[in-house]
């Protein structure tokens, strides 16, 4: 019986230690971990809206968000316009002729 324990535990052991590196990496993918009082509970969703309504505001009023990237099937990365920055954009080129209106 001792024999038998003395040869499988060094590949229980290795079992054992890539299973933890695997809820180690988890882990990180999962991120920061949920606060646990309620003031931070509360500090965390006032940003998640902030943050939200920023973007919001951003893509609305047309400006650069530079966390907005798109891949291209080739591989690079480039950005794009989208939402109201389209819109001011295509304001500027119909009516870019005439001096006198301002497309915002």
């Known amino acids: ?33 949920m606060p646990s009082s309620s003031s931070d509970k509360m500090h965390l969703l006032w940003n998640m809206i902030t943050e939200f309504v920023q973007t919001y505001k951003n893509q609305i009023g047309g400006k650069y968000d530079a966390r907005r990237k ?13 939402g109201g920055a389209r819109i ?12 006198q209106m301002k497309a915002t």
């Open 1 to 33: 019986m001792f024999v038998h324990i003395k040869h499988s535990m060094p590949a229980i052991i290795g079992e054992v230690r890539e299973k933890q590196k695997e809820a180690e990496n988890e882990l990180r993918d999962l991120g920061v971990p």
């Open 70 to 82: 798109v891949t291209n099937a080739n591989g690079p990365v480039r950005q794009e316009l989208s």
């Open 88 to 99: 001011k954009m295509g304001f500027y080129k119909l009516y870019s002729e005439l001096e």
